[in-house]
């Protein structure tokens, strides 16, 4: 067992979803250079933003993250994204077993809009995300432009 379904990982994972809570990510990376035991291994409230300054190039890592953006002057949407992170610097029997491993975390944070794939920090810029989750959400009130 990958332990993705560990009490620490849930219990973080129910904050990202809450809104009585200010955490809005998490990050969980591998317990150790080999297997597949996962752990928690940071919180935080700084949104995407914070988020990437958390990954490491040299490791597989895994992130749920909570967005707000806003459709209107009116309203504010919530969505909830998954992020496989497989640094530049990841070991290439890493990199093989993750998309065999990322399926008990998937699992474990099932509610997420969208999955992105990052090898670079660049492929997390919140407007790129947020255009990708305006697509998803099937409602887009700035006429593509995101």
Same mark, same amino acid.
């Given at each position: 067992?990958? #332990?993705?379904? !560990?009490?620490? +990982? ?7 979803? $809450?809104?009585?809570?200010? =955490?809005?990510?998490?990050?969980? !990376? ?14 935080? =409230? #700084? ?5 990437? =300054?958390?990954?490491?190039? !040299? ?9 707000? &953006? *806003?459709?209107?002057?009116? !309203?504010?949407?919530? @969505?909830?994204?998954?992020? +496989?992170? +497989? ?7 890493? @990199? ?5 491993? $990322?399926?008990?975390?998937? @699992? ?12 670079? @920090? #660049? ?5 790129? +995300?947020? *255009? ?8 887009? &009130?700035?006429?593509?432009? #995101?």
């Amino acid at each position: 067992m990958s #332990g993705a379904d !560990s009490p620490e +990982i849930l219990a973080a994972y129910d904050a990202v979803r $809450s809104d009585k809570d200010e =955490t809005n990510w998490l990050l969980i !990376s591998y317990a150790a250079a080999t297997g597949d035991a996962l752990k928690l291994t940071a919180t935080g =409230t #700084g949104g995407l933003e914070e988020l990437t =300054t958390k990954l490491d190039d !040299s490791q597989a890592q895994y992130a749920y993250v909570r967005v707000e &953006y *806003a459709n209107d002057t009116e !309203s504010k949407r919530v @969505k909830f994204v998954l992020v +496989i992170w +497989i640094g530049e610097g990841t070991k290439v029997m890493r @990199k093989a077993r993750v998309s065999i491993e $990322s399926g008990a975390v998937k @699992k474990a944070l099932g509610h997420h809009s969208i999955q992105v794939d990052a090898r670079d @920090k #660049g492929d997390l810029d919140e407007k790129d +995300i947020v *255009a990708r989750l305006r697509k998803a959400g099937g409602a887009d &009130y700035n006429g593509g432009r #995101g």
